[in-house]
Structure formats: structure tokens, C-alpha cells
């Protein structure tokens, strides 16, 4: 194999563009396949929707005040990771820092108060092991939590990276990815929103 | 304390059956050989620098291919004991429980741990160079998939000697598969195993669908991509939107097993068959993921060998791809005869068939090419003949399964079995065969020697028929799968023997098979051409073995068989020189952390066996430590410069 060699070549800088536009369109691709891992979980939870055993159920648990605010809190977040996104579009590293430093910030308080409502639930009697329909409800929404657990994760990775290197091409791309999983996880909360807390206290 | 020792080594390893004393001890054997090797040779930096951290697809291919022929020899030696078992009425060679390991392990190990890597060899050692493309479109990221299938099918492998085998059928069906029936690990093993192996699959089939989206040599529209690239893309579509649902449902099921949840129990509001519904929503196109790949092999060999262009080029594309949506709305067949309404039967029955037809297209377009075409019988195209009157006869066989009403009647029964080994070994395996024979050339600079290759293609073909043909009679006699024993009064014992025969004949023909690499690495026909098989797509425009950065000079693609028009325009002197122009080359650089991380996923796996929370706990650790290693990895490709790649041409016998 060839030893390495100073990147020195005019056409460097198209070669990485190009292949951090791959990058991009791969992510999408990603995005698509946890689309179906979502729709899988959620056809789970419609099986599972009235199959409470002679547990506790959904509407007499739920407190959508708690569930309301951390919806408001998700949606301000996307929100603002667009606001990271245009600072990153006008070159300012730090407006994009601060950005997705309150994004991170909305982000944790949403997984703070998810934990705080399923320690209520679990206070109140209801465990994965209580009935399927709470089974698929901690699956499901866990599984949502648990992806935006890890994108907090990754932002915090990302302002360390950007505080080194600045936006080039690279730090670009993988902004621009995080912000695609960031809103996509804002969507799938929605109809979580939806099908399990507005149906289920319905 | 000694007692404690004592009580955890016996349930930690399995012991009480001579087989499995001497698995162990060829294990122990085998690894005291290979680290004896290794040191003695100095080579533990070789194997580090040029293979565990290899990020080149050909390499990565080459180790996907050794690891599903280790798998191949496992799945058939389990194939072989069951046969032994059932060969006479009444044996007592198995016992029951070990009877249903071995079928499990068997199924598993053959679709997942051996066809599903076959696959993936052929797609990397072959994708990039027929489209043109230095590389796949992420190279760490295809290692990384490598390393999970890798340490996922040792997870699996290793419950046969450690915890228990999993022995659950080979989709591990509630409520067989949960606590109060299968305590202990080996149904752990099997979830842990395919999850992580899986997870590596996934990114495979995201890694081709963008590779070939995006990776073509300039001028190759879609309309004039080769047929096996078309191939991948369409089991690449179908790994996308099959195998999330796989990880969710393997997710579930261990959530019941671990965490007392009631997704899948017969208590709490669990409903088993939403199990059924989930894996064979995976299942069933996972089928079509590893045989459609096959069809595109003989499409390219078929056109090669009978020096013809495809007969048919389109309708190959359509049938694929109307074979990837169909796929995923045929699953309910597996479960006639389990309680739905009619209507849903006939709509899966229905949809069933239907699959047939862009089939039955394929194999008339296959048949027409041939149609008076000067085809040469080599092994690639003898494999592929072999193909066609056993698919066809297994696809026949498929459409009287789905008549809903008759399947009520061999419904899992040997009909059944023998279908389905039909289908997988006729399609797909003799399909990949046919591919190794086909691209082994291109990957390794020489041909595998003829008649060795003929001796194991008659064993394999006629122990193919002798060991299925009887098991179609069977089924419609009575028998049903899973039994591990049955008496003399049942009438079964002459068919069971001649299957058994059968299944004998395929192992000496994979015995050939072996001694025919080993002998062919020292005595096979060195290929110099690069076009042994005057071939008509562009990986035999490059030199073999394939240099690692693929291509000197990125190809101009201007028709379908780019390079067969080529040499015909070389030979009516209408070809144009034009002038090469050599650049840097922009390659990726090796990396350790797909083969850490992949560790670090197998002790994730091995501590949730095993219910040892801690365990499982440093492995997450491990897997987020390499993820964030990686994110501030910013020196990862390098350029080969001009003159490295004008001496490594010439060093293959190429001015550039």
C-alpha cells in the first residue's frame, strides 16, 4: 500500500465535496430505513393499543400537561438547529456553536422530563412487565428518547469539532446530517404525540 | 467457592455429549495452530496492517467469502448429522433436544451466516470494479459491516460449546422461544448473533444502494449498468426496508426474555403471532434479497458464455425490481393454516404467484440467450445450466404451496423442506457458485482447475436430486419436518435412506470444492489477460488480480458491455486511442475501529447472554467510544501518487 502524501492537488477540494455530498445522500438513506423502524414500532403499539391485561391504562396515567410542554420543547429545538444551520450557511462559526448549544440544551430538558414521566408511570404501576400495551408504550417511546439521547451525543462531538476546525466541508456535512436526524426525530414525535398520548387519553 | 466454580463451568460449558468434546477440543486444537502459526512466521502485524484494518473491498470481500465457506462446511456437517439421525426408523444417534439444536443452528447458520456473507463477498469483489469505481461509497463503513457480521456469526457459533445452542427452529417462534420454554442462553445467543450481524447488513445495503447511485464510471447511465449491479441495488432496496424490521423484532423478543415485557407471551396482552407476522415481514423478502443477487450472476454469465448480448436487458430490470416490491407482500403464506380470514389468505396466495411471473421471465430470457449462442461449458456456465431445471422444477413447487387450499394439506411437511432447499440451493447457492467461478479469477489472478470443479458439480447436482427428490414423497406420505425420529411402521425408512445418500454426495462434492481451491492456488492456470473468460464488462478491462485502487484510469463508458465494445472496435480497427491521462488517486486510509468496535459489540452480546448487565454495560461504553474515536478522525484518505500507480501497471504487465 502507498504511504501517505501532503494533500497538495487542485482538485482536493472537489474530491472531498463530493464525497461529503455522498455522505449526505447515505444519511438520507439511513434516515428511510429508522422511517421503518419507527413504522415497525408503531404498528407494534397499534397491536398492543388495547391489550392492557387488566392493568392500569393510558388515559387514566397520562399527564398531558408534562407531555405537552416536552412537545413544545422538541419543536423549539428543531427550531433552532434550523437557526444553527442558517448561521453555519453564513459562515459564523460561533452564532452555529451558540445554536446548537440551546438545541442540545432543549434537547436534554425533553429526555429530563421523558424520564421524569416514566418514573411517574412506573410509581404508579405500570412496568414494561405490567401488559403488552405497556411493554410496546416504553418500547416505543424509549425508542424515540434513546435517539434523541444519542443525537445529544453527537451535537456535543460536533461543537468540540467545530470549536477546532471551523466549517469546512467536513464539520458542513456533518451539521447537515445532524440537523436531518434532529428534525426527523421532531416528526416522529408528532405522530408519537398523536397515536399515543392525544388517542390514548381520548 | 470450589463448588461455585465447579456450578458455574458446567452450565458455562456444555458437556455430556462426545460430539461436542470434540468440537471443543478441534477449537482448542485449531486456535493453538493458528496463534502457533502466526508467531512462529511473524506475521501478527501482517495480519493487523493488511487484513483487520483493511478498508479495500476486494479484501473484504476475499474475508466475507472465507467466513461463509467455513459457514457453508458448518451448516452442511449439521446437515449431515440430522440426515444421519433420520437415514433409518429409530436411531438413537441424537436425542431430541440435541436434534433441535442441530436444526436450528443449521437454518440459521445457512441463510444468515452463509448465504447473507456469499452475498456480500460477491457484491464487494465485484460491484465497484463492473461500475468503474475505485471503491464503495464508504469504505470504513463496509468494514465496519464485515467485523459486525463477523463477531455476530461467532456470538452465534460459539453457544454450540459455551451456554447451549439456541433450539427454537431457525426464526425462534414464540412461545417456543420464550423464557418458560427455552431457558437459559442459547436463544440469547441467537438473537444477540443476528442483531449484531444484522446491523451489519443494514449498512451494506446502504453502503451499494448510494455506491451504485453514485459511484458509476462517467457515461454509464442505469440503462447500461450490468445486470449484476442491477441485481444488488434491488436486494440492496429490499435490505432497507426488510431489515429494520428484523432488528425491531429480535429487539422485542429479547425485551420479553429480559425484561419481563409482553410483547410476544401467551400472558399480559402478548400475542404470539404478531411475532409471526414481524419475522417473516423480514423473512420472506430476505429470501428474495439472496436469490435475486444470483439471478444477476447468470445473467452476466449466461451472456458471456454463449457470446451474446442479454436477451432481454429491460425486462431483467423490470422483473428485479418488481420482484423487490412484491417481496414484501407475500409473508402471511408462511402461516395458512394458522387461523386468518379467507379473503387475507387469497390475497397472499395470490400475490405469491404473481411473483412467478417476473421469474418465469428471467429464466425465458436466460433460455434465449442461449438460444444459439456459442456457449462454452465452463464451470461458471455449467453451474448456471444446472441452475434452471432445479429452480424451475422448486419454482413450480412454490406456486402449489401457495394454492392456499392444498397447502393445508403439506402445510410443514417434507413437501415443504424439499421446496425450500430447492429454491435456496438451486438458486442460491448454486447461483454464488457459479459467481465464486465466475469472479475468483479477478480477485486472486488465477482459474480453479476444471476438473477438480466438474468432479464437485456432478456430486453436488446428483446428491442434489437423490437427497430432495424422495423428500417431495415424503411430505405428500405424511412426514412432517422437525421430527427427529419415526418407526418402521411409517413406511419412510427406503426414501429417508436414498435422502441421506443424497445429502453425502453434496458433501464429497463440497470436499472436491475444497481440494480444488488448494490444489488450483498452486497448480491453477494463471490468468495474465485480465479477460480470462473474454468477458464483456469492465472489471475484465483491468488487470488480475485487481490492483488496489481498482482502476489506473477512471473508464468513459459509452455502451452496455462497455468493454465487449471495446474489443470489437479493436478488432474492426475503429477503435480510438485515446490518451491516458494518470492522476492522483484519492484512496481511503486503513483503520482499526471497525474491528475493535465490532469486539466491543460481541462483549455487548455476550454480556445480555449471559444476563451480565456489567458486561454488556463496557461493551456500550466501548462501541460509543470507538463511534466518537471515529467523529474526530479527520485525516482518513490519502492520494497514491502518479508514479506509484505507473510502477504498480507495469509491475502487471500494463503501460499506462
Given amino acids: 500500500m502507498a504511504q501517505h502524501h501532503d494533500h497538495g492537488h487542485g482538485h482536493d477540494h472537489d474530491h472531498h465535496e463530493e464525497h461529503e455530498q455522498l455522505k449526505v445522500l447515505g444519511f438520507w438513506i439511513f434516515v428511510v430505513t429508522d422511517c421503518v423502524l419507527f413504522g415497525t414500532l408503531f404498528a407494534t403499539y397499534a397491536v398492543m393499543m388495547n391489550s392492557f391485561a387488566g392493568g392500569p391504562t393510558g388515559q387514566e396515567l397520562f399527564q398531558l400537561p408534562g407531555v405537552i410542554a416536552s412537545t413544545f420543547i422538541l419543536l423549539t429545538s428543531s427550531f433552532t438547529s434550523g437557526l444553527a444551520v442558517l448561521a453555519m450557511n453564513k459562515g459564523n462559526v460561533k452564532q452555529l456553536i451558540a445554536w446548537l448549544a440551546v438545541t442540545g440544551l432543549l434537547g436534554l430538558s425533553f429526555v429530563v422530563l421523558e424520564v421524569t414521566e416514566f418514573m411517574h408511570l412506573i410509581s404508579e404501576g405500570a412496568t414494561m412487565g405490567t401488559s403488552g400495551y405497556w411493554s410496546a408504550f416504553y418500547t416505543l417511546v424509549g425508542t424515540h428518547g434513546l435517539h434523541v439521547t444519542l443525537g445529544l451525543f453527537w451535537m456535543t462531538a460536533l461543537i468540540f469539532q467545530l470549536k477546532r476546525r471551523g466549517i469546512t466541508a467536513v464539520t458542513r456535512r456533518k451539521i447537515t446530517n445532524l440537523s436531518l436526524y434532529w428534525h426527523f426525530l421532531d416528526v416522529v ?8 398520548y392525544l388517542m390514548g387519553v381520548m | 467457592m470450589w463448588e461455585n466454580i465447579k456450578d458455574f463451568a458446567s452450565t458455562f460449558f456444555v458437556t455430556g455429549d462426545p460430539l461436542i468434546y470434540g468440537a471443543d477440543v478441534s477449537i482448542v486444537l485449531s486456535i493453538i495452530a493458528i496463534v502457533f502459526v502466526l508467531t512462529k512466521y511473524k506475521k501478527w502485524g501482517w495480519l493487523w496492517r493488511e487484513w483487520l484494518t483493511t478498508v479495500d ?27 444421519l439421525q433420520l437415514a433409518f426408523p429409530n436411531v438413537e444417534f441424537l436425542n431430541s433436544e440435541h436434534y433441535n439444536a442441530i436444526f436450528t443452528t443449521h437454518g440459521t447458520i445457512m441463510i444468515l451466516f452463509m448465504a447473507m456473507p456469499m452475498m456480500f463477498a460477491l457484491f464487494n469483489m465485484v460491484v465497484p470494479l463492473q461500475l468503474g469505481a475505485r471503491d464503495v461509497a464508504y469504505p470504513f463503513l463496509n468494514a465496519l459491516s464485515f467485523w459486525l457480521f463477523m463477531l455476530g456469526a461467532m456470538l452465534f457459533n460459539i453457544s454450540f460449546v459455551i ?28 438473537i444477540w448473533g443476528i442483531q449484531i450481524s444484522g446491523i451489519g447488513s443494514l449498512a451494506t445495503g446502504i453502503n451499494f444502494i448510494v455506491t451504485i447511485l453514485k459511484m458509476r464510471a462517467p457515461g454509464m ?8 449491479s442491477w441485481s444488488v441495488l434491488s436486494s440492496c432496496i429490499m435490505i432497507i426496508f426488510a431489515f429494520p424490521i428484523l432488528t425491531v423484532t429480535l429487539a422485542l423478543l429479547f425485551l420479553d426474555r429480559f425484561a419481563g415485557a409482553h410483547f410476544f407471551t401467551m400472558d399480559g396482552g402478548g400475542n404470539p403471532m404478531m411475532y409471526l407476522n414481524l419475522i417473516w415481514m423480514w423473512g420472506h423478502p430476505e429470501v428474495y434479497i439472496v436469490v435475486v443477487p444470483a439471478f ?25 425490481m418488481i420482484i423487490a416490491v412484491v417481496s414484501f407482500f407475500t409473508w402471511a403464506h408462511h402461516f395458512f393454516t394458522m387461523g386468518t380470514s379467507a379473503s387475507v389468505i387469497a390475497f397472499f396466495a395470490i400475490s405469491t404467484m ?22 462454452s461449458f465452463k464451470q461458471p456456465m455449467l453451474w448456471t445450466i444446472a441452475f434452471i431445471p432445479c429452480f424451475v422444477i422448486g419454482g413450480a413447487t412454490g406456486v402449489m404451496l401457495a394454492v392456499a387450499p392444498a397447502d393445508y394439506q403439506y402445510h410443514n411437511s417434507y413437501f415443504l423442506v424439499a421446496h425450500f432447499h430447492q429454491v435456496l440451493i438451486g438458486g442460491v447457492v448454486f447461483g454464488y457458485l457459479a459467481g465464486i467461478y465466475y469472479w475468483w479469477p479477478k480477485l486472486f489472478g488465477f482459474k480453479l482447475d476444471e476438473k477438480l470443479g466438474k468432479w464437485g458439480f456432478w456430486f453436488w447436482n446428483i446428491g442434489f436430486y437423490v437427497c430432495f427428490m ?22 419412510w425408512a427406503d426414501l429417508n435412506l436414498v435422502s441421506t445418500v443424497g445429502a453425502f454426495l453434496m458433501g464429497i462434492g463440497f470436499i472436491f470444492q475444497v481440494w480444488q481451491i488448494a490444489y488450483s492456488i498452486k497448480n491453477g492456470e494463471r490468468d495474465t489477460t485480465g479477460d480470462p473468460w473474454n468477458g464483456r464488462t469492465l472489471e475484465w478491462s483491468i488487470p488480475s488480480p485487481a490492483p488496489f485502487y481498482n482502476f489506473a484510469v477512471v473508464p468513459q463508458v459509452k455502451e452496455m458491455d462497455d468493454w465487449w465494445a471495446t474489443k470489437e472496435a479493436k478488432a474492426n480497427g475503429t477503435y480510438k486511442e485515446e490518451p491516458a491521462k494518470l492522476e492522483p488517486i484519492h484512496m481511503p486510509k486503513n483503520s482499526g475501529i471497525p474491528f475493535i468496535m465490532a469486539n466491543f459489540w460481541f462483549l455487548v452480546g455476550f454480556g445480555f447472554t449471559f444476563g451480565w448487565v456489567w458486561m454488556a454495560v463496557i461493551g456500550f461504553i466501548g462501541v460509543f467510544a470507538c463511534m466518537w474515536a471515529r467523529s474526530f478522525q479527520y485525516d482518513t484518505d490519502y492520494y497514491v501518487p502518479v508514479e506509484e500507480v505507473r510502477r504498480t501497471e507495469a509491475s502487471l504487465g500494463r503501460v499506462v
Fill in chain 2, 221 to 228: 447511465k442505469l440503462s447500461k449498468m450490468p445486470l449484476f
Fill in chain 2, 57 to 83: 473491498h476486494k479484501r473484504i470481500g476475499i474475508m466475507y467469502l472465507i467466513a461463509s465457506l467455513l459457514m457453508l462446511f458448518r451448516g452442511g456437517v449439521d446437515a449431515l448429522l440430522m440426515r
Fill in chain 2, 163 to 190: 451456554g447451549g445452542s439456541p433450539d427454537a427452529g431457525w426464526l425462534s417462534y414464540p412461545p417456543l422461544s420464550q423464557n418458560e420454554f427455552s431457558p437459559g442462553p442459547g436463544q440469547n445467543f441467537y
Fill in chain 1, 189 to 196: 414525535w408528532i405522530f408519537l404525540f398523536t397515536v399515543v
Fill in chain 2, 470 to 491: 424422495p423428500q417431495y414423497a415424503l411430505g405428500f406420505m405424511g412426514m412432517t419436518r422437525r421430527y427427529y425420529t419415526y418407526g418402521w411402521d411409517r413406511g
Fill in chain 2, 296 to 320: 444477476g450472476i447468470f445473467s452476466e454469465i449466461v451472456a458471456t458464455f454463449s457470446r451474446k448480448k442479454i436477451f432481454g436487458y429491460k425486462s431483467m430490470v423490470w422483473a428485479m
Fill in chain 2, 354 to 375: 404473481i411473483v412467478g411471473i417476473p421469474t418465469g421471465v428471467k429464466v425465458f430470457n436466460w433460455l434465449f440467450t442461449m438460444y444459439r449462442g456459442r456457449i
